[in-house]
Every structure is written in structure tokens, then in C-alpha cells.
């Protein structure tokens, strides 16, 4: 394929409106992947009866968490994919993925109508979404930073990353709601015959039409259009195992974020529980959350611009490991929503100026060609392995140290150690790995 000149090449029309179109099958895809981790207690019972709560807890959570080890497979397979037809045709696919598992989710009968086979159709519906999910993160990033204005990557790419904060504000005010207006002490309860918990899943297949009428308008990035070959699958299994260091790097700067994002959000009402908080005064934070995550993205991907990705990266991972267990064990100790509130929007801070630093990071780290793939497979490990176990090792953590509240800070400050070597590492001598490559050549 030869090269276009920029001026042959198609330019986009709006930067706003290709942000919102992109971004808008990122919120559907998270607010439906996320559902799963926030309404965990009540799918546990309707799908995974055990003989003690913790137990079918730990279930649900496993299967929270094996769907996220599909997004590894996803980064390669629809990454290759996306490296070479497109974004915006990747894009479209993944949206349908994770669509399909929404709906498998949705409408899957219970234990109790359909036995051993109700656990194994959820187990396949998470399946697919983490498949879906392991390249539409990487995807939307790659699509913001090829449309972005000169010198402004990390602003533009940290919406990848608000426009999730959507959907979790989304997803916490309808389960808010749902507590506070409908009648019944659990989500197991049933409305017109049926149960709670699945009427956020019932809204997200409802808005998927539209979605998918904003996505097809998507216009194809200018970087994309002018490159003068698109790598074939083999080329690109080739390139992202030729560039396996700076994959694994990645991979450590993007845990902190994995992490703390799952340990605000998807697992905060089961530890509102353990902390013996009401389940609606606890989700009512995790909205306030979602509100200050979206606040806090676009201010670290702006200041990163501006005084670079490393020195931000190095101060939030550092705060991160020096606060999290001083502050979780202040919170532990008499815990109440005002306690809860002030934790969660520290971390919070934490996360979005981390997460909008980041993402610019990983994109510009990666080589070009095979920009997609090398990106998702970095987040979709630090995601897979790390981030999304985290409710499974928070609860983990607190029963085998005797109920200490406080344990799930040993996480986090592992994923704050990861970042702060593998920044070290990436912009060794005021270079990231990729320019020093650039200059060797």
C-alpha cells in the first residue's frame, strides 16, 4: 500500500464529535462490563449458591475474574485485527462482542430454574465481554491519540478513560435508585416477576442500538489512512513478540491503575459491606466517584502535556504506596460513609491523574505499526492478572489476616511498586524506550 500525502489523506471533521462517537461505545462496553463486578452479592446468589455468602462471593468474583483473563487473548486476536483493517471497523466489532455478552448475562435463568447450567452460560457471557474488552480500551486510546492536536496526546487520550467514569456514574445511579425507590431488602427481589439486579442489564440492551448508530458514523483516523502498509496478522504476532519487553513494562505501569480503579468502583459495595456500611450510602459514593474519576482524568493527561508523563507517574505511584494502608486502616477503625467518602476520593485522585498520565504513556511507548496490539496486550495483562482480581484478592486478603479491613492497601501499594520501577525503567535518561530506539537506529 503506498503512502497518501497528508494532503490526500481525509482529515477529520470534528474532533468533538469523533471523541463522543468513539467514546460512547466505550461507556456501553464498560457500563456493561462493570455491572457484573457492582451487583456481584446478588449474582452470587442467583447463580452461584454455596454453602456461606463469602463463598458464593468468591465465586462470583472467580468468574469476574476469568473473563478478564480473556482480554490477553482479545488484545491479540481483534488487536491484529484493528492494526490492520482499521479503528474504526474494530471498533464496531468489539461493541458488537460485548453486546452479545450483555445480553447472554441478561436474560440467562437462575440456579434455581436451570441449574449447573446457569453458572456456565454466565461464565460464557463474561467470556465474550472480556474478550471484547481486552482490545476496545486499547482501541479507543489509539483512535484518541492518532485524532489528537500537536502536543495535546495525553489530554485527548485520558477521555478513553473518563468516558468510563460515565458509565459507572450510569451504572451507580440506577442501583441507587433501585435501592431507594423499589421495594425489598435484596436485588434478588422481583419487580413485575423480575429480579432487580437485572434491570441495569435490561438498560444497557436497550441503549445498544443507539450505540451502535453513533459507532458506524465513526470516521477512519488520518494516522491510519497514511500508513504505507498495514501489518498482517502474522506481522504483528511477529512485532508485539519482538517488543515483549516494553509489553511487560506497560504492563507495570498499568496495574496501578487496574487496581485502584476496580478497588473504587466495582469492589466498593462489597467493601462498604465488610466495613458494616449501607449498601445504598455506599453506592451513592461510588457515584460521587465516578463524578470526581471523570474530573480527574483530563487534568492528569493535561499536566503531563505539559511537565511530562514520568515525574507525574513517579509522584502519584509514590503517594499511592506511602498512603493507601495509613488511610484504609484510619477508615477501618470506626468506619463511617463521611470516612468512606474522603478514602474514595483520595484514591480516587490517585487514579485519574495516574490513568490520564498513562494511557498517553502507553501509546507513545509502543511502536507505531503495531500500536493497538502492543497497547492492549499491555493493559489487558496489567487488567487480566491484576485489576480485575482485585475484588477476589481484597476479600481474600481480609479473611486470611483475621479481618483486617485495612489488608486490600497491600495490593494497591504492589501495584503502586510496579509503577514506580517500570517508569524508572521507561524514561531512563529523559527518553522512553521507543525514542532511544529511534536514536540508536
Known amino acids: ?9 481525509p482529515q477529520i471533521k470534528s474532533r468533538l464529535g469523533a471523541i463522543l462517537r468513539a467514546t460512547s461505545g466505550n461507556f456501553l462496553e464498560q457500563f456493561d462490563f462493570f455491572l457484573f463486578g457492582f451487583y456481584a452479592q446478588d449474582i452470587a446468589k442467583a447463580f452461584f449458591p454455596a454453602q456461606n455468602e463469602t463463598a458464593a462471593l468468591l465465586n462470583a468474583y472467580g468468574v469476574f475474574w476469568l473473563g478478564a483473563l480473556m482480554r490477553p487473548v482479545g488484545a491479540i486476536v481483534l488487536g491484529s ?4 483493517i482499521g479503528r474504526r471497523q474494530g471498533l464496531i466489532v468489539t461493541l458488537a462482542l460485548m453486546a452479545l455478552g450483555t445480553v447472554v448475562i441478561a436474560f440467562c435463568p437462575g440456579y434455581a430454574a436451570i441449574g449447573i447450567a446457569a453458572p456456565i452460560i454466565v461464565l460464557i457471557g463474561r467470556l ?5 474488552a481486552g482490545v476496545e480500551l486499547g482501541g479507543v486510546s489509539v483512535y484518541l491519540s492518532e485524532i489528537a492536536t500537536p502536543g495535546n496526546r495525553g489530554f485527548y487520550t485520558s477521555f478513553q478513560s473518563s468516558s468510563q467514569q460515565v458509565a459507572i456514574f450510569v451504572a451507580a445511579i440506577i442501583g441507587y435508585v433501585l435501592r431507594e425507590v423499589m421495594p425489598g431488602d435484596t436485588f434478588l427481589d422481583a419487580i ?3 429480579a432487580k439486579w437485572r434491570i441495569p442489564f435490561f438498560v444497557g440492551c436497550i441503549i445498544i442500538p443507539v450505540i451502535f448508530m453513533l459507532r458506524r458514523s465513526l470516521e477512519e483516523t488520518p494516522a491510519f489512512l497514511a500508513m504505507k502498509k498495514h501489518p498482517t496478522p502474522s506481522e504483528v504476532f511477529a512485532s508485539a513478540i519482538e517488543n515483549w519487553r516494553i509489553v511487560i513494562l506497560g504492563m507495570m505501569i498499568a496495574v496501578l491503575t487496574t487496581t485502584t480503579f476496580y478497588f473504587i468502583t466495582v469492589y466498593a459495595p462489597g467493601f462498604g459491606k465488610e466495613l458494616h456500611l449501607s449498601a445504598s450510602g455506599t453506592l451513592l459514593v461510588t457515584l460521587l466517584v465516578a ?11 493535561a499536566l503531563s502535556d505539559r511537565i511530562g508523563r514520568k515525574p507525574v507517574l513517579l509522584a502519584i505511584a509514590g503517594l499511592s504506596f506511602v498512603t493507601a494502608y495509613p488511610a484504609l486502616s484510619w477508615l477501618s477503625h470506626e468506619p463511617t460513609l463521611g470516612k468512606l467518602l474522603a478514602v474514595q476520593m483520595m484514591f480516587s485522585f490517585y487514579f485519574g491523574v ?3 498520565t498513562m494511557l498517553g504513556c502507553l501509546v507513545e511507548i509502543v511502536p507505531a505499526h503495531v500500536r493497538t ?27 486470611m489476616t483475621g479481618q483486617d479491613k485495612a489488608s486490600p492497601a497491600y495490593w494497591l501499594m504492589f501495584g503502586a511498586a510496579l509503577g514506580i520501577v517500570a517508569a524508572l525503567i521507561v524514561y531512563r535518561g529523559g527518553q522512553t524506550i521507543e525514542q532511544r530506539k529511534t536514536v540508536a537506529a
Open 354 to 356: 495516574y490513568s490520564g
Open 81 to 84: 485485527y484493528i492494526d490492520r
Open 128 to 132: 465474550i465481554q472480556g474478550f471484547s
Open 192 to 194: 413485575g416477576g423480575i
Open 373 to 399: 496490539t502492543c497497547f492492549s496486550i499491555a493493559f489487558a495483562l496489567a487488567a487480566g492478572i491484576f485489576g480485575t482480581s482485585t475484588p477476589f484478592v481484597a476479600t481474600k486478603l481480609i479473611a
Open 1 to 9: 500500500m503506498s503512502q497518501s500525502s497528508p494532503s490526500q489523506v
Open 291 to 301: 463524578v470526581t474519576n471523570f474530573i480527574w482524568n483530563p487534568v492528569g493527561g
